[in-house]
Every structure is written in C-alpha cells, then in structure tokens.
C-alpha cells in the first residue's frame, strides 16, 4: 500500500519512544529503516520493525541507548553495543569514526555486544553525503557453508562500502555473502521451481536444485564459491575476531531467540579525502569513471549499464519526490499489531 512518508515516520516514532527508546533513538532507527524501504530494500524496513519490538518486550534488546567506548586514539575506537539495537549502535559508531575522520582523515571503530544491523550501506551513505569514503561490516548468526564444508559454518556477513561523486551522487556497494537469501529459496519452493545450481546444498552437503531441501537442513552457498567464503571470512574477522564480539557459531540468533543478547559484531571506517586534496576534483573523476564504464558497448538486450547503488537511489528520489513509500500489506499489518498493542492510533 501507498503510505505518506511522514505518516510512516512518526508511527515508526512513536512506536519506539513506546517501546522505551529516547526521543533521538526512535528517529535514528526510523530513519534508516525508512530510507532502506524507499530505497527498495524491503527486507530491512519496517519488515523488521515487530521483530525488533519483540526482542525489546523479552528483554533481548536493551533500549537505554548508551554505549561504553573501551578504547579510544585520535584514529581508532572500540565500542561495546551493550545489547542495544543495532542500528543506534552502528549509527553511532559511523558518527564517532567520522569525526576522527575529520581530524586524522582515517577512522575506525570496531563493535561488540551489538545487534542486527539492517542495511549496512545506509553507514556507508552516511560517509559518502559527507564527502568522505565509508565501509561497513558486520558478522552474524551462521548461515553458509565455507567451501568444502557439508553444513552452516559462517555468516551470511554484510558488507558495505561507499563514494561520493558528483553528478551521480554516490557509489553505494551493499551486499551480503550468500548466491541468494533464504527467503528466496523459501519463495521459489512455494512456487514449485527449481533453484539455480550452486544456490544450496542438502543436510548431506550433496548439490541440489530442490528448494525444499532447504528446510529440511540444507544451506546457503557463498556467492562465488571460494571468493564469497573468503569475504564472508574477511568480515568475521575484522567485525568480530577484532572487537571481542561472538564468532561463527557462537553468535546468538536474534531473528529466532528473542530473550538472548547478540554479541555481534560490526566495523566501520571512514576516510575524508579532504586531507589528500579537492574533494570536488575526487567528485569528478569517480564522474569520469561512471562515464566510461556506461558508455562502454552493451551486450545484447541492454540499455543502461548501472553503477553499484543507482538503481537504489533511483527509487528512493521518487519516493521523495512522490511523498509516499509503497510497503507491502504484511509489513503495515505487522505495524498495525505493534500499534494496538501499544495502545497507539
């Protein structure tokens, strides 16, 4: 359904300040999650929104806010979450490495004791409006299997890295590490079609096209079989390994036990190229670059060759412009639920 985008963001307000968050925590989480549904990223929106409510009310997820920095230099921090949401968190964390940024011209903190993140490039476009470069990362609960391996050994870890330019406003790369997500594989399994080779493997670690193996205890593959693993390996270790978080199995799935804390991990970076030169003279040669690259000959059937986050930007002007957000009847339904529980119109 059609939703005006302030009348979203002051429902998703006022369901969080019920839920115990402060005035400027409830419009933090507000804001990212609303910018990732109009930059069509629905599986980190509102679609979230109950389940985080829930994990809140059973005592999963602490709503007070603060963090404590353990470790502090004019380049580098180290922060513990202390089970708050994981989005106040990492917005936090991107805000204190930009502002080391903006004194060293590189930042970096690393994270523990944190939750789900969302959507890893809203951190990264926080750098890339700022003139500077971002990268964001975060491990999680064990999805994929490493290459060679017949069961879920790694997560499925986001990663997230972004650039301004100057006519085309930014580059945002957003990924995480598996061919597919879960919920695809559910989906095609519902429409009785066959996957794609390479998406999964069964509970025997044997190659299968069959999505309903899935459920039975299959898994996720990497993206890019060894090359995927390896990322996914690169984000365990810097998210993770680096700030004292849970690793690998022993993180806590928070999207199946509510009551548990995390213990995840994130890292973030942000570079102000201010200090190396013209901010504007950067701008315009990932300007040039873009350029090329779509005015490079196209393969058959082709007309426009995008760059990484154009499509994403594309549909969030239009909802700006538009005024309103399209949000899918369970997502608002699930709203809707938190709302009359709360006592909220």
């Keep these: ?143 994929i299997a490493a290459t060679g391996s017949a069961e879920k050994t ?35 399994d519902k429409e009785g079609k066959k996957l794609p080779e390479g998406w999964i493997i069964d509970k025997d670690g044997n190659a299968t096209t069959d999505p309903g193996e899935y459920e039975k205890g299959g898994t996720l593959l990497p993206f890019g079989g060894y090359k995927g693993y390896g990322m996914a390996m690169m984000v365990e270790t810097l998210g993770a390994t680096l700030s004292g978080a849970a690793m690998t199995k022993n993180v806590h799935a928070w999207n199946t036990d509510e009551k548990c804390g995390g213990n995840v991990g994130h890292f973030f970076m942000a570079l102000d190229i201010s200090k190396l030169g013209s901010p504007d003279a950067y701008k315009n040669r990932v300007d040039d670059m873009i350029d090329e690259i779509k005015n490079s000959k196209k393969s058959a059937g082709v007309d426009t060759i995008y760059y990484p986050g154009e499509i994403e930007m594309a549909k969030m002007a239009k909802c700006l412009k538009d005024g309103y957000v399209e949000i899918d009847d369970d997502t608002m339904a699930s709203v809707e639920r938190v709302e009359k529980e709360f006592g909220l119109k």
């Design 154 to 188: 790694i997560g499925n870890n986001p990663f997230s890295y972004a650039f301004p330019a100057g006519k085309y406003g930014k580059i945002v790369y957003d990924i995480a590490m598996s061919y597919t997500s879960d919920r695809k594989v559910v989906q095609m």
């Design 1 to 143: 359904m059609k939703v005006a985008i302030d009348e979203i963001r002051n429902r998703s307000v006022a369901i969080f300040e019920k839920a115990g968050l402060s005035s400027d925590d409830a419009e933090i989480i507000t804001e990212v999650l609303l910018e990732t549904e109009m930059r069509g990223v629905f599986t980190h929106g509102f679609l979230r929104l109950e389940r985080y409510i829930n994990c809140i009310k059973s005592g999963g997820i602490k709503t007070d806010g603060s963090i404590d920095v353990l470790y502090d230099s004019p380049s580098w921090a180290a922060v513990d979450g202390k089970d708050n949401l994981g989005i106040v968190v990492s917005y936090k964390a991107m805000k204190l490495a930009m502002e080391k940024a903006k004194q060293t011209g590189v930042g970096i903190v690393n994270v523990k004791g944190s939750h789900h993140f969302g959507a890893a490039g809203y951190y990264t476009s926080m750098c890339a409006d700022n003139d500077m470069v971002g990268m964001s990362m975060s491990n999680g609960d064990i999805l």
